[in-house]
C-alpha cells in the first residue's frame, strides 16, 4: 500500500509513527512543510523535516517533540557570548551539526530534496521524506505594529510562534515565494501513484495549507484517484497541541474540527475524523460532502496514535468501496 | 611603546602572553598567520588568530596549546555520524560557535579584519589583533606521491601538519595566492609607526614566513624605523614545539638558531635571540649582521617568557641607541 502523507512538524511526525505502527509493511512518502524553514546564524534550519527525520529516526527529544535527545547547548552559548542571536531559538549542538551539513550541501550546489536524502541516510525514518519544494517557501505572519505599514507588520512564522508565542493575533498567513515554488521532484509523482492520502493532525494552515500552498500540490491531492483522509487536529474547540487556533483565526477559520473540514473542503477531503467528544459535528462535516467518523483522536502513545492510524485507513476503504 | 609582533599560533601566543606580562602598556598590534586558515563544513576556520585570541583572552586550552578550555565535541561527533569529515580536524562545541560567527559575518561581506575585530569585541585580547590579509592565502605543502604529477602532490598545511603529523618529507611550502594578496587594512600602517618590531619563536616558514609572502610586509618591515628583533624558535637544533624543522628542510634550511636568523637575514633582522644552549651559534649571526645574544628561551611559563620579551625589547634598545 503506498500512503503520502502530508506533514508539519511534531503532530505530522508523531502520527507518522502510529501509522507506520499500524501498517509496518505500507510504503509511505512524506511531503514535508518547509514553510517554517528560517536562515539562523547562516545555517539553513528546516524544523519540520528534521522533526519528522529525528522522531522516525529514533533521536527525538520525547517529551518536547522537537530536537534530538540528550542534546547540549554549548555552540548555542557561546554564540550568545558573541552577542550573536536570536536566543529565542533552542538549537542544540547535536542539532547544529544536522545544519551545518545541510547548509554545506546546500551551499555545494545539491537541492534540498537531495540533501534531505543524505540526512535520511543516517537517520532512516523508514519513510520516503521528501521536501514539498526545493525552492524557498517562508511563511510570513503579519501581526498590529503601529509604526508599521498600514498597523502591520510581517515576522517569520519562527518568530510568531517561537519568540512572540502566538500571543498577538495573527492578522494573515503568507507563504512568502509559494507562487513560484515548484513542487519538488517525486512530489506530484507520489501523489498520482498513492493508494490513500493522508492529512494527519498538523497544522491546517501554516503546515499543510502551506504544502497545499506550491502550485500543482492542492490539484494533485484533489484530483488524485486514490482517497484522501484527514484527522483533525482540534479536539473539543481547542488545538490538540500547539496554537492551530490563533493561525485558523487568521484565515477566518473557526477553531472547531467540523470547520477544518469544510476548511479543507470536499474538493480536497473524502474523509475526516473528529475526535469522540466532537461526535455532533459528524452530520455538518457530512452535510459538507465528506463522509466523517469520530474516533478517538489524542495521540497519547504510539499505539493509541496506530489506532487512530487505522481507522484513517479504514475512513480511506469506505470511501473506495 | 608601539610594537608589532607578527605571530603564528601557540609559540607566538604565548610570547605574547609574556610580552603583555613584561610591558603591560604598551601597544601591541599582532599581524597574524592566515595561511594555515581552512574552509571545513562550510565554515571559515582561523586557527592561528584564534590562537592567538583564545590564549590571550583567557579561553584556550592550555596544555592543549590551542581550542577551548573545557571543550565538548557533540558537533564534532555528529558530523562523524553523517560520515561528514575530515575528523583529523579537533573542532569542539565551543571553537564551532567562534567558525560560525567569523562564516555569517563574511558571507555578509565583512572583510576577515573588521570579523577578526569583532571576535576580539569578546575576548578583548589586549592587543590589536590583524590578520596578515583579509585575502584568502593558502599554505600548501607539496609532497611526495608516485602518483601525482610530477611524483608529488600539494596538501593543505593542516593536512600536511595535523594529519600527516608532518612525518613525511615536505617538498616545497607554496603560499597560494600570496603573490595576489594584500595586506590588511592597518597592516602596514602600524609596522610603519611601530617602535619596535617582534618576531616570535614562531614557525619561521610556515608562519612568519607567510607573514612575510604577502607583498608589501616584507619590505615595510625591512624599512621600518623600528628595530626588528627575533627570537629563535629552534632551541639546541630542535624546534621547541611543533615540527619546525620538517619546514625548514623544505626551504633548505638548517635546523639552528643561527640558520634561522640567516634565513630571515640582516636585511630584515637587527637582533636575534637565541638560547643559552646555543651560545656557540651567536657568533655566525653576529658575522651576518644581526645583533645576538644568547638568553633562555623556553617559554615554561608566563614568567619566564615575560623574561624572554624583556630581552628581546632590550635588544632592541641596544641597536637603537
Not at 502523507?5 to 507506520?20: C, D, E, H, M, T
Not at 514535508?32 to 529514533?58: Q, S
Not at 483522536?297 to 487512530?308: G, S, Y
Request: a negative charge; proline letters at 6%.
Amino acid at each position: 500500500m503506498r500512503i503520502v502523507v502530508l506533514a508539519g512538524g511534531i503532530g505530522g511526525a508523531r502520527f507518522l509513527r502510529g501509522l507506520k505502527s499500524a501498517v509496518p509493511d505500507a510504503d509511505i512518502t512524506v511531503i514535508g512543510n518547509t514553510g517554517d524553514d528560517i536562515h539562523l546564524f547562516g545555517l539553513k534550519v528546516c524544523p519540520d523535516l528534521d522533526t519528522v527525520m529525528y522522531t522516525l529516526g529514533g533521536g527525538i527529544h520525547e517529551e518536547q517533540g522537537w530536537g534530538r535527545a540528550g542534546e547540549t547547548f554549548a555552540v548555542k552559548e557561546e554564540l550568545a557570548a558573541y552577542g550573536v542571536g536570536p536566543e529565542w531559538f533552542g538549537l542544540g549542538d547535536r542539532d547544529f551539526a544536522t545544519h551545518i551539513v545541510r547548509t554545506q550541501m546546500i551551499s555545494a550546489g545539491y537541492p534540498l530534496s537531495a540533501v534531505t536524502e543524505a540526512l535520511c541516510d543516517r537517520w532512516k525514518p523508514g519513510v520516503r521524506l521528501l521536501p514539498m519544494s526545493d525552492d524557498r517557501v517562508e511563511t510570513h505572519v503579519l501581526i498590529d505594529d503601529p509604526e508599521g505599514e498600514g498597523g502591520r507588520r510581517a515576522v517569520h512564522f519562527q518568530e510568531y510562534w517561537v519568540r512572540l508565542r502566538a500571543r498577538v493575533p495573527a492578522r494573515a498567513i503568507v507563504p512568502v515565494g509559494a507562487e513560484q515554488a515548484k513542487p519538488a521532484p517525486g512530489v506530484l509523482e507520489a501523489i498520482a501513484a498513492a493508494d490513500v492520502i493522508l492529512f494527519p493532525p498538523s497544522n491546517p494552515v501554516v503546515s499543510v495549507g502551506t504544502i497545499l500552498a506550491v502550485p500543482g500540490v492542492r490539484e494533485a491531492v484533489a484530483g488524485a484517484a486514490a482517497p484522501v483522509v484527514g484527522l483533525s487536529p482540534i479536539v473539543g474547540d481547542a488545538p490538540v497541541r500547539g496554537m492551530a487556533d490563533k493561525v485558523l483565526a487568521a484565515v477566518g477559520v473557526e477553531s472547531t474540527a467540523g470547520a477544518v473540514a469544510r476548511h479543507y473542503g470536499a474538493d480536497l477531503l473524502d474523509g475526516w475524523l473528529v475526535d469522540t467528544v466532537d461526535a455532533e459535528q459528524t452530520a455538518g462535516v457530512t452535510a459538507a460532502g465528506i463522509r466523517c467518523r469520530a474516533v478517538p483522536l489524542m495521540m497519547t502513545d504510539t499505539e493509541a496514535t496506530a489506532r487512530m492510524a487505522a481507522e484513517a485507513l479504514a475512513l480511506a476503504e469506505e470511501v473506495r468501496a
